[in-house]
């Protein structure tokens, strides 16, 4: 049995995907029409003049759900910040990876924690992982990571950040819940 997780189950339907937009040809794969975008995109970008340094010093771990659109959520300009994204914004060992090169070799200073409402993590359990393994015959290395109270999980990710060994900067470390039917952060009490 193939395992398939409806993330969207607990939100509202979604636009038609096929749809073609903005003038992009209806054939081609969805690829073709990213790379088409880009085309109209370059046709009128200016090179900012930036190195990689983030100008606000802040990297922003969030999950990779597709309703937060994180600079226009967050007030971010191109170059503002750094984005580190998954599935739930889960500290792995490879968002650690990523902040201890954002803090030690590109400036940053401050962290910035987003989970949000309606997680597909919160559908799984690490049964996914058994699962996996039953179907495809070996065990991922990595964990789901899912979770039951967003909070909690939220909780976790800070103290994750702040007990690294690998990163500088542990003071400036929020979590927030993005709520996806109302566009505000909530923000988490770490204790
Ligand atoms: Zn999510």
Request: with cysteine.
């Amino acid at each position: 049995m193939a395992i398939t997780v409806d993330v969207m189950s607990t939100s509202s339907p979604g636009h038609t995907s096929a749809a073609p937009t903005g003038g992009i040809a209806a054939e081609g794969t969805v690829t073709d029409r990213l790379v088409e975008a880009n085309r109209r995109y370059a046709s009128v970008f200016a090179d900012p003049g930036m190195d990689a340094r983030p100008v606000l010093r802040v990297a922003v771990v969030a999950c990779m759900d597709a309703r937060l659109d994180l600079h226009a959520a967050l007030g971010l300009q191109l170059g503002d910040c750094h984005t580190i994204r998954n599935a739930g914004g889960v500290v792995t060992d490879d968002v650690i990876r990523s902040l201890t090169i954002s803090q030690r070799a590109l400036g940053t200073r401050s962290v910035a924690l987003i989970h949000h409402t309606g997680c597909g993590l919160e559908s799984l359990t690490e049964e996914f992982r058994h699962d996996l393994e039953m179907e495809v015959g070996q065990r991922p290395a990595w964990a789901v990571e899912s979770f039951r109270d967003v909070d909690q999980d939220v909780r976790q990710s800070m103290q994750r950040v702040r007990t690294s060994p690998f990163l500088l900067h542990t003071d400036d470390v929020r979590g927030f819940v993005f709520d996806v039917q109302t566009g505000l952060l909530r923000e988490i009490d770490p204790a």
